[in-house]
Structure formats: structure tokens, C-alpha cells
């Protein structure tokens, strides 16, 4: 009886460890996430689109129509403007997409994120961003020289502003094309960054490796 | 209806997981019956492990401030060692604890709430474990939160994705560790609520197993701790390509599938998942007649003792003013409570409550009709044996065969006191009732009250006239059926010590209590 009892008892330990050691193991199984040989071209960068406008001077009699704060020299209407990404690995087109700014109405900064799997080793890199519409940005047509008689009273450097403005506008968003054609080397599990420089305004390589 | 292949299967498997564990443990330390409780113990060692870890955690260098933890905190690498085996074990607990009510069709009617509220319990602690695992940093933190963002960039959430956060062009924000330490500091909360909401509509609930068994469980987790503590991956690297990541399978056993489908196939397969987890109350519902159908009162016998709202495991028993002129209270059923246990049969001297075939009159007129005349018939009269229904079947027949008469009820709480003094008065040498495991009563109390009312005079006590050596409880355990011939044996051993019974001329039973109540018939 007593043997009985002993023999059960250490058959309810060596059950308890092998539970445990299963538990243990489970905890921590190595499971695969990538290729043992591989590395990835990144390409992460966030910009605004460029604004797509027509503009007009409305006539006086519009103007006036208008309560005071609400007159406008110019009235533009347009939308932001989509583009193509072309990216190629030693001459073969491996991502060929349409970039759209954020938003219902694609007015929002446009993220991009995509990467793309490589072998390691030297690859030519090229990529292609370009602007899909054919317009020029910013257009204003028929503003006969911004009409200067409205360019007084509460409308006194207005002109000046606006023009600021989009030129300010204009610097913030992204070049109508951007290209880089380079050749890289990557070393296995290494992930190559390549991003937009706001400042330089073109494609850059960061050289630096982040967190 | 014919159920479902493998809603048929559930319940042998479970039977069979469980008489394994039986043999192993003994029913009294069998953790499986404790999957409930074994879930609550490691949650209070994630609090306490996870409140001395925090004090460590740094926002600004998360994956530096764990490898300090692992290397030069005292205790540290053990602490979080355990923190994360008892993550684990909480996650496995609840699984089983959710298999068991399901194969055991414990999951609808009025249990509905906790099945569904159990349901977020495990949701959230799996969400906990992500943050928590997020927190380290280190590669598998790395393909958690990659993978968190990509199914969150699927749904019109956020203006920017938060995938860029982890394209390498920056360091992550410490607004990202910010937010998901907030997550993980605030979900147990939550887990707290949903354990509350889990058990809200139990009498006494039970929220922690024994106390050595608790004690067990912490030292067995710690054992494991120490014996094997928790590795720690490579640092997160967002330009970098790991190979293979620790994966941990109770907490993310779905990553590995998840990343092969597109976001919104996740999402469909997540739905599906949710869905189907909410409808088992629904897909599983019996109807609610015959033996199933709620309790009822007879108000002519119930004498508002206020005994069976006590004894209720569910609280669906109130005292309500009666609408005739007797001055007490009446028992009323709530039948969106009622789970049909029986309990409260159990619990009535004058038998007016009970389930439908199951209150203490029915079980006196069974006996009657089923048992007493074979004890008379009998040369040497058997002992009875009285049976949880949901006994297994084996051991039952194996008590037959060694000549006991069998007779099954509900629950061990639903045996009326009077049944086993009916039995002694015709005849029987001894009337063993065998239980449940009590931690596996389906009526969650029926081996507790059986025992207070047949050895502690707990309403409606076996009455002072009774032989109590010949009245014995035992337990019968799913895969100890030497356990339970083991008893059954030496109970007949001992009852045939004892000198032979002459059956007494039988008292109407059923008439004595009535005769009590003004206006109740005997035969009512």
C-alpha cells in the first residue's frame, strides 16, 4: 500500500516536471520569421502631395457680393495630386505602384512604406516617383496681375501673403519627380532604408542605423 | 437534433484528460478541476511579479532596461521568468476552464453571462500578453507589434499607419512604449471587471483552489523559473532581418498564420471565431422542459423556512409575500436563473421545491416504486447506492455488478434526506452516496450541502433516528473506479458488522411532512 502511494507520488512529480518543462518549452519556440538568406530594400518616407489648382481673380461685382471677411483675391480649386513609384532591382521592375495622400479626399500627408525582398549582395537600385498629373501645380490663370486695385484697404499685402503662401506651399511638397539610381550593397538579413529628404528635397540613403 | 461530431466528443475527451489527472493527482489535487481558481492564482502572481518588474521598466530604453532585469536585478531574471509562466498558465487555465463548461453543456441558459464574460476575460488577457510581450522589445516584441500594426493600418483608424513607426527612418517613440505600458497596466483592470461580471450571478462563489494547491502552483512556477528561466531575444532591430523570433505558443500561437493572410482575412477568421464563441450559449441551448425546466414552489407546502434561497448555488431563489393569509414568506423560482441542479429539493424538509421528477416526493416515489420492492424481495437486502448522474457509467455498472443497488440522482444536493432514511427503513443494510468530485459538481455545491445536511443537521437534516453508520458519502472520481469500489467495499465491509436490519413498518414520509403545512394533501 505504502509502495503504491510512493510510486504514485513520483509518478505525480514526474508528471508536474514534464508539465512544466512543456510549459517552459512552449514559452519559447523558435519559429521562423525570415529567410535565412535574405535582405530587403525599404523605401518609408512621408510627404505632402502636391496641390493641383486653377485659379481666377473673381470679377468685382463677386467680390461685392461677398461680405468683407470673406472676399478673396484669388479662388483656386483643385485637388492633390497622386503618384507613381517604379522601383527596379538590377534593371527588373519589382514595385510599380500609385502613391495617394491620406484622407477621403487624398488632401492628407501620403505615407509610403513598402519593401521589398532582395538576395543579398551589389544591386543597382532605381527608383522613379513622379507625379501622375500632367497640370502645373499652383496654376493661376486670369489673375491679370493679381488685380492691384484689390490689393488695398483690407486686402493691403494680401497679394504678398499668398504668394508666400504657396510658395511656401509648394516647397513643402513633394518634387513633381524624384529619382534615384544607385548601386548598393546588402548584406544578408540587412534592411536598406531609403527615404525623402525634405531639406535636400531628393532620395536619400540614410547613413545612420536607427533603434 | 443530432450535436455536432465534435460537440459529442468534447466530453469524453475532457472525461478522459480528467481520469488521468485522477490517477495522477487524486481527485483532491486534480488542477483540472481547479481550472477556474488555477487562472485567479496566476493572475495575483502576474500582479505581484509585474509590480516589482514595473519598478525596473524604463520607457526610453525599453529592451536595455529587461536585459538589466535579466542580468543585474535581484531576482530579476527569475521574477520575469515566472511573470511569464504564470502569463502562460493563466492562458491554458482559462482555456480549460471554457472546455470544460462547454463539453459539460454548462455554457447556456443562466450560465450564459459567464461564458461570455469568461470570453473576454481570455480576449483581454491575450491582448495583455501581447503589450506585455510588445514591453520587452526584443525580436518576438518586434513581430507582435509589426504585426499589430499591419492589421491595425487595415481598418480607416489612423491618419498616419502606424506601421512607419517601425520602418527604422527614427527611433520608435517612447509615445508608442507610453501607450502600450498604459495597455498593459490598465487591461487588468478590465480582466478584474469581466472576473467580477464571471461570477456575479454565483452564490459563494470560489475564486481561489485550496490553499496548498495555490501554494503548489507558485512553487511549481517558480521552480520552473529558476530551473529554465525565460529567454530573451535579440534586441528589436527595425533594419534588420531576424531569422527566427522565441515565439511564445500559448499567447501567440496564431501569429505565425496570421502573418500569411491579408489583414481583412484576419479579421474575417477573427469575427468567425468571436461569433461562433458568442453563440455557443445559443448553439448549445436545451429546452427548457422536462427535466430541464426551472424549479417550481408548491406554495400549499412551502412553510417560508427561507432555507432553499440559502442553499441555491445560483441566487435564483427569493422569499416574496405569499398572496394568501398565512403569515410567512414563499420561496419563488426566478427560472432565468435556474439552472434545474435540484439542490433546492434538498434543501426542503416538506419537499415544495424542486425540479420537475426530481423534488424529494419524486425521489420518494422512485424509491418506492423502483427500489424498495427488490429490497424486500431480497434474500439479503443490498445496500443502495445513490449516484451523481453524471458519475461515470463504468463505475456505476462495476458498483452493480458487485450487487449494490444503483440509483441515480440529479446531484448529490438534490438527494432528499428522507430518500436515504426510506431506504434504511426498508431494508437496505446501508446507503453509501457517491459525489462528485466537489470541484466538479455540475450543481457547484451538491457534495458541500449533502454533507451538512446528512452529518450536521443543515435543513432538511437526515433525521436523529438514523442509523449514521449505516449512511455513508464517498466520492467517484472519473478514472479512480478503485477508488470508488474501494469505498463502496468498505462500507459493506462495515455494514455487515453491524447487526441485521429488520425493515421498520415504513412511515409515510411524504404525509408526515405535509401534515404540517395546514391545506397540503399527503399525496399533493
Request: glycine content about 8%; some cysteine; hydrophobic content about 45%.
Amino acid at each position: 500500500m505504502a509502495g503504491r502511494r510512493v510510486l504514485r507520488v513520483a509518478l505525480a512529480l514526474v508528471a508536474t516536471v514534464a508539465g512544466l518543462a512543456v510549459l517552459a518549452a512552449a514559452s519559447a519556440v523558435d519559429l521562423p520569421w525570415h529567410g535565412a538568406n535574405t535582405a530587403a530594400l525599404r523605401l518609408a518616407w512621408s510627404a505632402h502631395p502636391e496641390r493641383i489648382e486653377v485659379c481666377r481673380a473673381p470679377s468685382k461685382a463677386e467680390v461685392e457680393a461677398l461680405g468683407e471677411h470673406m472676399r478673396q483675391r484669388v479662388e483656386c480649386d483643385g485637388r492633390s495630386a497622386t503618384y507613381a513609384l517604379r522601383v527596379r532591382v538590377n534593371g527588373v521592375l519589382v514595385g510599380d505602384e500609385v502613391v495617394r495622400g491620406g484622407g477621403l479626399r487624398n488632401d492628407r500627408p501620403m505615407h509610403l512604406l513598402q519593401t521589398y525582398a532582395l538576395w543579398p549582395g551589389r544591386r543597382r537600385i532605381q527608383v522613379e516617383f513622379s507625379r501622375r498629373e500632367r497640370a502645373t501645380s499652383d496654376s493661376v490663370s486670369g489673375t491679370s496681375a493679381a488685380a492691384p486695385e484689390a490689393d488695398t484697404g483690407i486686402f493691403a499685402g494680401r497679394a504678398a501673403r499668398e504668394v508666400s503662401e504657396r510658395a511656401r506651399r509648394t516647397r513643402g511638397a513633394v518634387p513633381p519627380l524624384l529619382t534615384l539610381d544607385t548601386t548598393l550593397t546588402f548584406g544578408p538579413q540587412q534592411v536598406v532604408l531609403l527615404t525623402f529628404d525634405a531639406d535636400l528635397r531628393r532620395l536619400v540613403v540614410p547613413p545612420g542605423r536607427m533603434r | 437534433m443530432t450535436r455536432p461530431r465534435r460537440l459529442r466528443l468534447s466530453r469524453p475527451a475532457l472525461a478522459a484528460l480528467d481520469a488521468a489527472a485522477n490517477r495522477l493527482y487524486g481527485w483532491r489535487w486534480n488542477p483540472l478541476y481547479q481550472s477556474g481558481t488555477v487562472a485567479v492564482v496566476a493572475l495575483l502572481i502576474l500582479l505581484g511579479t509585474g509590480l516589482y518588474l514595473l519598478l525596473f521598466y524604463r520607457l526610453g530604453a525599453p529592451f536595455a532596461s529587461m536585459a538589466r532585469i535579466d542580468q543585474d536585478v535581484w531576482l530579476g531574471r527569475w521574477l520575469r521568468s515566472l511573470h511569464r509562466y504564470a502569463s502562460d498558465a493563466f492562458i491554458i487555465a482559462v482555456v480549460i476552464h471554457a472546455w470544460r463548461m462547454f463539453a459539460q453543456r454548462r455554457s447556456w441558459g443562466p450560465r450564459a453571462l459567464a461564458w461570455v464574460s469568461g470570453g473576454v476575460v481570455l480576449a483581454a488577457g491575450l491582448v495583455e500578453a501581447w503589450t506585455g510581450f510588445v514591453m520587452v522589445w526584443d525580436s518576438f516584441g518586434e513581430r507582435l507589434a509589426r504585426e499589430g500594426a499591419r492589421l491595425f493600418d487595415a481598418l480607416p483608424l489612423f491618419s498616419e499607419p502606424i506601421s512607419r513607426i517601425f520602418s527604422g527612418e527614427a527611433a520608435v517613440p517612447g509615445a508608442f512604449f507610453f501607450v502600450n505600458l498604459f495597455m498593459h497596466i490598465g487591461l487588468p483592470l478590465g480582466l478584474g471587471v469581466g472576473l467580477w461580471l464571471h461570477v456575479s450571478k454565483l452564490a459563494r462563489p470560489t475564486l481561489l483552489p485550496p490553499r496548498t494547491l495555490s501554494w503548489a502552483i507558485v512553487a511549481a512556477l517558480t521552480l520552473a523559473a529558476i530551473a529554465r528561466p525565460a529567454p530573451l531575444g535579440d534586441a528589436a532591430d527595425p533594419l534588420r532581418l531576424t531569422i527566427n523570433t522565441p515565439i511564445n505558443l500559448p499567447a501567440a500561437w496564431w501569429l505565425p498564420w496570421s502573418e500569411q493572410l491579408p489583414p481583412l482575412a484576419v479579421f474575417g477568421v477573427l469575427t468567425m471565431l468571436v461569433a461562433t464563441f458568442l453563440l455557443v450559449p445559443a448553439l448549445t441551448a436545451r429546452a427548457r422542459s422536462g427535466t430541464l425546466a426551472a424549479s417550481f414552489v408548491d406554495p400549499r407546502l412551502c412553510t417560508g423556512c427561507n432555507q432553499c434561497p440559502q442553499d441555491c448555488p445560483w441566487e435564483a431563489i427569493t422569499m416574496v409575500a405569499r398572496t394568501d393569509e398565512r403569515p410567512t414568506l414563499v420561496a419563488q423560482v426566478d427560472p432565468a436563473l435556474c439552472v434545474s441542479c435540484g439542490i433546492c429539493a434538498g434543501s426542503c424538509a416538506p419537499m415544495g421545491v424542486g425540479p420537475v421528477g426530481y423534488s424529494g416526493r419524486d425521489q420518494l416515489d422512485a424509491l418506492r416504486m423502483l427500489v424498495l420492492p427488490e429490497l424486500r424481495a431480497a434474500v439479503v437486502a443490498p445496500s443502495v447506492v445513490f449516484c451523481c448522474a453524471e458519475a461515470p457509467a463504468s463505475h456505476r455498472a462495476a458498483l452493480r455488478a458487485r450487487g449494490a443497488r444503483v440509483r441515480e440522482v440529479r446531484c448529490a444536493g438534490n438527494l432528499h434526506s428522507s430518500a436515504v432514511e426510506l431506504a434504511l427503513r426498508s431494508g437496505a443494510p446501508g446507503v453509501l452516496v457517491l459525489a462528485c468530485p466537489p470541484r466538479d459538481c455540475a450543481g457547484r455545491e451538491g457534495p458541500k450541502w449533502l454533507g451538512e445536511r446528512l452529518y450536521n443537521d443543515r435543513e432538511a437534516e437526515l433525521q436523529p433516528r438514523v442509523d449514521r453508520r449505516r449512511v455513508r458519502v464517498g466520492t467517484m472520481a472519473a478514472g479512480d473506479l478503485r477508488g470508488t469500489l474501494e469505498c463502496y467495499d468498505q462500507f459493506a465491509r462495515d455494514v455487515s458488522a453491524l447487526a441485521p436490519v429488520v425493515p421498520a413498518s415504513e412511515l409515510d414520509l411524504t404525509l408526515e411532512c405535509a401534515t404540517a403545512v395546514p391545506g397540503a394533501g399527503g399525496d399533493a
